[in-house]
């Protein structure tokens, strides 16, 4: 008789590739943009003309879960979609997400220019990070990796976000056919196959976007990576503690307070940048399920804040919503819950917990 460590292999043996398909074409015309609209802002915020809503308004993602990966493809027409700090509050998450087009294209500004993928390229996001984009009609394939399964492969972990990848690197060419034949042979795929091949598309991802370069505002020019990287894991590692500024990284780290401004100028400054990462973490801990119990003093603190009542004020003003209504689920109530039963929306549920 076969025990239970050898029945379960043969179950992911047998088992598909998780698989969720959501339309909007069954949904009466008039309420078809607000379906949308309901269902997508489990990540981006869309607003369209009158004339896209109410004329053969079409959407639908076609989404595939690789073990912790999932790979999507969506379909819609021209609209307007935003990252803001309050969606970020709703939705938690620390994913980067990588994007490819298969017709269409996707626009947006910088303070200097207007950009948008290059034909055949790959734009890059970090779910972390605000964005604001215009699309006209279009199909495209994401492919969305947690933090957690990608950040330590990256030479340059905080600087990926709306990356613009040429289509000509060979690199990228490798990339977008790896992920163009993830989404071919995914009905084909078992569940154990899913979960052998994510690592190594993480890794894919790790070494196109290690050994790409690309025009990147955000991206540092002229520094040492190893020193970046380094002060970066070092605060990362010291948020909690009330005096960590530049004097005291410097002190710690072997790094002049000179070199520290000049490393994280296109950030704001070090200051800057530890509130962000602070804010960031205390985001993610009032998410977490796990942390219900700790108090929002306690949380405070590990943010660097002496107290409970300065940090809500500091959190509601970054993310337009109070460190209890994060953690209450307040800010993601849904509002509109037209026909929603009856529609596919697995993968808004598998775009909250991926996780390695």
Request: hydrophobic share 35%.
């Amino acid at each position: 008789m076969a025990n239970t460590q050898d029945s379960e292999p043969a179950g992911l043996d047998k088992t598909g590739v998780p698989h969720a398909r959501f339309s909007v074409d069954s949904v009466l015309e008039r309420d078809r943009f607000d379906v949308w609209r309901d269902s997508i802002s489990c990540i981006f915020e869309v607003e369209a003309s009158s004339d896209v809503r109410n004329t053969d308004f079409h959407a639908e993602i076609d989404a595939n879960m690789f073990g912790p990966i999932m790979l999507a493809r969506t379909e819609t027409t021209a609209q307007r979609w935003s990252r803001t700090p309050s969606l970020m509050a709703k939705d938690g998450m620390d994913h980067y997400m990588i994007q490819l087009y298969e017709y269409g294209n996707t626009h947006w500004d910088t303070n200097s220019e207007s950009l948008k993928c290059p034909e055949r390229g790959l734009i890059v996001y970090d779910l972390t990070q605000a964005a604001d984009l215009k699309t006209k009609d279009f199909a495209n394939l994401s492919l969305i990796i947690p933090r957690d399964l990608l950040e330590d492969q990256l030479s340059s972990s905080d600087d990926q976000h709306m990356r613009v990848l040429d289509g000509a690197e060979p690199m990228v060419q490798l990339f977008r056919e790896h992920i163009m034949s993830l989404r071919s042979l995914a009905t084909q795929m078992t569940t154990r196959q899913a979960l052998e091949v994510a690592p190594s598309t993480a890794g894919l991802a790790a070494a196109c976007l290690n050994g790409v370069e690309s025009e990147n505002p955000n991206q540092q020019r002229g520094v040492s990576v190893a020193q970046m990287t380094l002060v970066r894991r070092f605060i990362e590692a010291n948020l909690s503690e009330l005096d960590l500024t530049a004097d005291w990284i410097a002190k710690r780290t072997g790094i002049s307070r000179s070199k520290l401004y000049v490393l994280f100028e296109s950030y704001g400054g070090v200051s800057t940048f530890i509130r962000d990462r602070r804010m960031r973490q205390a985001l993610l801990t009032l998410v977490d399920q796990r942390n219900q119990t700790r108090s929002i003093y306690d949380v405070a603190l590990q943010a660097g804040y002496a107290s409970d009542s300065t940090f809500s004020r500091a959190f509601r003003s970054r993310f337009g919503a109070s460190p209890n209504e994060v953690r209450n689920g307040v800010a993601m109530d849904r509002m509109n819950e037209v026909n929603r039963e009856s529609l596919d929306r697995r993968y808004e549920g598998w775009l909250q917990h991926l996780s390695v």
